[in-house]
Every structure is written in C-alpha cells, then in structure tokens.
C-alpha cells in the first residue's frame, strides 16, 4: 500500500472513530433543544440564505417538496420560522427564520462548539491551525464536486 492510500486510510478510520464518540453528545444536545438534524440543517440553510421557498430547500435536500412542507410546519409551530408571501408575486410563500428561530440557532451551534472544542483541546496550537486550514481545504473541494 502506498503511502497516499496508507494516509487516506488513517484519516478515514480518525474521522470515523472521533464522529463516532462526539454524536452521542451532538444528538443528546440536539434532543434538549427539540431539534431534529435535519432541522438544524435547514434553520442553518434559512440562515445561509435569509429566505426561500420550500422548494428551494427541497432541491437542496434531495427530499420532495411535501416532506420539507411537513417539516416548516412543525418549525413554524415551534415559531423558528414564518411564511410569508412575496410582495411581487403572493403566490410565491418565502419561508424565513424568525427572531426566536435565530436565538435557537445561535443557542444550538454555541453548544455545538463546546463539544467540539473539548475534542480539539487536546491539539496544540499549531495543529489547530493545520487542522482547519486542511478542513477548509476539504470542504471547498467536496463542495466543488458536488
């Protein structure tokens, strides 16, 4: 096996391994707040993107418009997000994250952090460094691909 392959491995196997120990927490912590993953992951798009259409999260999702409906239904009940209807076409319903939508969030990836940081405490400086400009690197070309 050469070394590239030997590497590629060992990274494989790390993110596994540390994933593996770190979702109990994420899904303990996520639990607390009432939020699935996949509406943290859309709130986090609303976020991303101020406002959109329940299509627009669809496609991004690769789930059918219906089931992503469902799900701002149950996030408007809990009033993280509102409709609201375009002002130049009020057939169009734009669906954005509310005030109390954004303290959640911002409640949730704080929190997040935290589990985060006491994993990566046990790296120096240096390889902080190292480590997020190498995940910045990854993320950028995983994005590309996609």
Do not use: W
């Not at 120990?21 to 509406?39: F, G, S, V």
């Not at 609303?46 to 259409?53: A, D, G, I, Q, T």
């Not at 992503?68 to 076409?89: A, C, Q, T, W």
């Not at 589990?115 to 190498?134: P, R």
């Amino acid at each position: 096996m050469n070394n590239k392959n030997e590497y590629i491995e060992r990274i494989q196997i790390g993110f596994q391994t540390a994933i593996h120990k770190m979702q109990p927490k994420m899904t303990e912590q996520m639990n607390k707040h009432n939020i699935t993953a996949t509406q943290f992951f859309v709130l986090m798009y609303l976020r991303k993107n101020e406002s959109c259409k329940i299509s627009e999260i669809a496609e991004y999702m690769g789930v059918k418009p219906s089931a992503v409906s469902f799900m701002i239904d149950r996030l408007e009940h809990s009033n993280f997000v509102y409709r609201e209807h375009d002002k130049k076409d009020r057939r169009v319903v734009n669906i954005m994250l509310s005030e109390e939508g954004q303290k959640k969030l911002d409640l949730v990836i704080k929190e997040r952090k935290e589990i985060f940081e006491s994993s990566l405490l046990t790296l120096s400086d240096e390889e902080l460094l190292q480590f997020a400009l190498i995940a910045e690197k990854l993320a950028k070309a995983v994005t590309t691909e996609i």
